[in-house]
């Protein structure tokens, strides 16, 4: 900010500019309120107000202006109080706020916490109903969940996301958002009222035992995806309910809605409101479970279980929806700038070459895709298991319920621990928990299933049959499991790609979105369907899945141990050139100009070549 000062007369500029000793010059306190020095006649005045060399000042004759000072500010100026910075715009008021947190921001950030709230819990209530009808039905088992991840729900993710996409270019957000939700509430609510009473009637279970008959005991897997096609589309809308509501709907919403400074602040706390609501789900299904202790014979308790709850996740769903018109309705939305980063698009070859050449992407990789084969692998034998030891739907259901809620206990106690194990312990620990975690009680759960027989005794003193304990171990395993990778293992995967360049950064992430999600998610269920069909059965196949878990699990350890080492190493880079870059900053120095006023420059000392402040030549500048 630069403050002129205009004086009587004609400012007159010298001939043949002197240095002098550097004064300091006059604050802006000084600058802007105290009166204007009185300068003797014949001397001009300079900015800094140092007098200058006497020289001729002709009379004023005719009007005189009047004395004034004249402030010239420049653009920084507006830019150091700026509204990105939490301060109100120079003119604007200031907006009134709850708890240091603007009301607007209330009015986005609760309406987001109700909907992230009402989508995860009807999510974890359709999540446990599906395993309960694919693995409990007539005629099935948990061998059909491999064929119906692989051959059912991935073609109708595929089918989905182009028909969204289409979707997309003709109809508004609103529309969009509306057009998306609905068909699914429409689908829940027709299932536990129409479409699971007339189930005796639309499968086709006469013609599944002949293809049986056929085929043999081997094929009962993809044969009960036909024997019970009702059961298996809901299991894919539930699926779908998670990945197309949860990602696609409400965090494309909420990135819409939002700031960055408010996502940084409150974005962390839905997490923790995602497992309060996986805590408060899980008690809802135990209790509807519990129904068919109440109702008298003859009376299916599991049909009276599954209207209950679709009930509430189509009342859940309306709500959604009107939260979401009122916040379109209540709400503005945030200016963003129009200018659009593009994002490379890569095929499925040019994905696979790219991970191929990096070895940090490689290793990131690894960990993404070891981690979906591994939980498929023990996940699947444990609903066999689970099945085994609790047929009937409603005590299934039951169990699930139960197993939801201290998931979501553990998950939340997990994520207040997770910062102080990044801090304490660092990314490399952090990120060897959850193959940690998988590895041990995999080892548990199988020695329970194969080596079950020699340990009978020891069970038996705890009251528990070699089947229950490992019911119990495989549960506490998916538990521990999943606690960890959404506590540990995806924060550690986000922070890997912060150091990478933004080049790398990017084609990296779009190179695991594109083939190492879909090959972990699919990976272990193709080794399953593998193993099924060539040993006969899910439990004749469980010593050569153990050996597979065993492999896998080795070189996840091993890959986020390499990966460590690069994290670090990139860290250490980053933070030796920050350092670099705050050890080359130029101190700016005051220095006179040949026009004799006094100014600040960084140049004129550390580049002689840009002026020399003890001899200036340059030509004098007019004011």
Not at 23 to 52: C, I, M
Not at 201 to 212: C, K, M, Q, V
Not at 529 to 556: D, H, K
Request: net charge positive; hydrophobic share 45%; aromatic share 12%.
């Amino acid at each position: 900010m630069e403050g002129v000062l205009q004086t009587k007369g004609l400012l007159s500029l010298p001939s043949n500019p002197r240095t002098r000793v550097f004064q300091s010059s006059l604050g802006l306190k000084q600058r802007f309120f105290s009166t204007k020095p009185k300068t003797p006649a014949g001397f001009s005045l300079s900015s800094n107000g140092f007098q200058k060399f006497p020289s001729f000042v002709p009379k004023n004759y005719g009007v005189v202006p009047k004395e004034r000072n004249l402030f010239i500010c420049r653009a920084e100026a507006a830019a150091a109080a700026s509204p990105g910075d939490g301060q109100p715009a120079f003119g604007e008021p200031e907006k009134p706020k709850v708890f240091g947190i603007e009301t607007v921001t209330f009015k986005k950030i609760i309406p987001l916490g109700l909907m992230f709230f009402c989508i995860l819990f009807n999510y974890t209530i359709l999540r446990d109903t599906k395993d309960v009808l694919v693995v409990t039905a007539k005629g099935s088992s948990a061998e059909i969940i491999p064929f119906l991840k692989t051959w059912v729900n991935l073609p109708m993710a595929v089918g989905f996301m182009l028909l969204y996409t289409k979707l997309s270019n003709v109809l508004s957000k609103k529309a969009l958002f509306y057009s998306v939700i609905l068909p699914f509430i429409a689908f829940f609510g027709a299932f536990g009222f129409v479409l699971y009473p007339l189930s005796g009637y639309i499968h086709p279970e006469a013609l599944a035992d002949s293809l049986l008959n056929v085929l043999g005991p081997r094929f009962l897997g993809p044969l009960a995806i036909l024997r019970i096609w009702s059961f298996c589309l809901f299991y894919v809308m539930a699926e779908l309910w998670g990945s197309v509501v949860i990602s696609v709907l409400f965090w494309g919403f909420a990135n819409q809605i939002t700031t960055v400074e408010e996502a940084k602040r409150f974005y962390p706390l839905f997490g923790l409101g995602a497992n309060v609501a996986l805590i408060f789900s899980g008690r809802t299904v135990k209790y509807f479970s519990k129904l068919r202790q109440n109702l008298g014979p003859g009376v299916d308790g599991w049909a009276m279980s599954l209207r209950g709850m679709m009930s509430i996740v189509v009342m859940l769903g309306f709500a959604i929806c009107g939260l979401y018109w009122w916040v379109n309705a209540y709400v503005p939305l945030p200016t963003r700038s129009k200018k659009k980063k593009e994002k490379p698009k890569m095929g499925t070859m040019e994905s696979l070459k790219f991970l191929v050449s990096s070895p940090y992407i490689r290793d990131l990789a690894t960990l993404v895709v070891a981690y979906g084969i591994s939980i498929n692998v023990v996940e699947v034998t444990w609903k066999s298991k689970l099945k085994a030891q609790f047929p009937s739907p409603n005590e299934y259901s039951s169990f699930m319920g139960d197993f939801s809620t201290a998931t979501g206990i553990a998950t939340f106690t997990m994520m207040l621990l997770s910062q102080v194990i990044f801090e304490k312990y660092g990314w490399g620990v952090a990120a060897k928990i959850t193959p940690t975690v998988l590895l041990l009680t995999g080892v548990g759960f199988f020695s329970l299933i194969l080596f079950g027989g020699p340990l009978s005794p020891a069970i038996a003193s705890l009251g528990m049959t070699p089947l229950l304990a490992a019911v119990y171990v495989g549960a506490l395993q998916n538990i521990f499991s999943k606690s960890a990778k959404y506590s540990l293992f995806d924060p550690c995967k986000e922070m890997a790609y912060i150091p990478l360049d933004e080049d790398t950064k990017v084609k990296g992430k779009a190179a695991i979105d594109v083939v190492c999600n879909p090959l972990g998610k699919s990976g272990g269920a193709l080794i399953q369907q593998f193993m099924i069909l060539t040993f006969g059965s899910l439990a004749n196949s469980t010593p050569y899945l153990g050996g597979v878990l065993l492999v896998i699990v080795l070189a996840w350890l091993a890959a986020a141990s390499s990966l460590d080492k690069q994290f670090t190493a990139l860290r250490q880079e980053e933070e030796l050139e920050k350092e670099m870059e705050r050890a080359a900053v130029k101190i700016p120095v005051v220095a006179q100009e040949g026009g004799g006023n006094g100014s600040l420059a960084s140049d004129s000392v550390l580049n002689p070549t840009a002026g020399d402040s003890t001899g200036g030549t340059k030509p004098p500048r007019n004011m």
